[in-house]
């Protein structure tokens, strides 16, 4: 009995891995054919390079004060103008983006690794764990998330790291949700009984068996909630709990333009257009993953 379940547990790895070979491949030539997810991706791609290489990108030393230059409009010198301190605005969004996308990819990293194991567990032992695990997220989830963010962020003190420990706090409920349903579904599945008949151990089932049918939803929620994360830090910063001055970021730098709103609108516009950016490329792309990943959704 037990050679026969090694047998169907080897046959069935051994189909599955050149399944989902395959399966890759046809999601990559279904997205290339998604126009929105392509743009996103490029877009995305663009500010992400922009943050890496910003000490070559960026046109001036955004922290370089110089008040002889102050609340000059766009011009060659200074492609977005300067600030009331003088400094390049373009330089300082650019550089900007690197606290943005460290923040919300930070947050992400911390969701995955709270909310993944909590419903990959919570759907394999289900019973008593389930419950207690679900309800837990359930409490968590009940906040609104933007007041949960900031209670956490209050309690820890501004920065950068602790708006990104409370985004990741917020947003782990979402991925326990979402990774729960496949882990029911596939722990029934005949492959992961005939692993258990032949003695292999929980860790080896979650990691070999289950955790490859959760990575698809886990790549199309990490996506998503990638933009959320990019608008809740800049509601923070905006709010001071996230990048301090001098530091560069967005929300700090809509804040400071909001008292300029009359005298020197693009202060306020071009931060508020590189959020607006971010937020509609990351949603572009995740919206296509869900298109060509989910099989119902495919035209």
Known sequence: M???????????????????????????????????GVIGLVILGTIVLAAILAPWVATHDPFYINRIDRLQGPSREHWLGTDEFGRDLFSRIV???????????????????????????????GGTVDTLIM????????????????????????????????????????????IRGPVLAAKELEYVDASRVIGAGTGRILARHLLPNVISPLIVTATVTFSFALLAEAALSFLGL?????????????????RFMESAPYLAIFPGLAVMLGVLASNLLGDALRDVLDPRLRR
């Open 2 to 36: 037990a050679e026969e379940a090694l047998e169907i547990s080897n046959a069935d790895e051994t189909i599955r891995t050149a399944r989902h070979q395959s399966l890759w491949l046809m999601y990559g030539r279904l997205f290339l054919r998604n126009r929105a």
């Open 95 to 125: 550089y900007g983006a690197r606290s943005s996308m460290q923040v919300a990819g930070l947050a992400i990293l911390i969701s995955t690794a709270i909310g993944a194991p909590c419903g990959i567990i919570a759907g394999y032992f």
């Open 135 to 178: 309800r837990v997220m359930d409490i968590i989830f009940s906040f609104p998330a933007i007041l949960l963010a900031l209670g956490i962020t209050a309690i820890l003190g501004p920065s950068l790291r602790n708006a990104a420990i409370a985004l990741g706090i917020v947003y782990a409920p979402g991925f326990s949700r979402i």
């Open 242 to 258: 996230g990048a301090q001055p001098p530091t560069p970021s967005w929300g700090v730098m809509l804040s400071d333009g909001r």
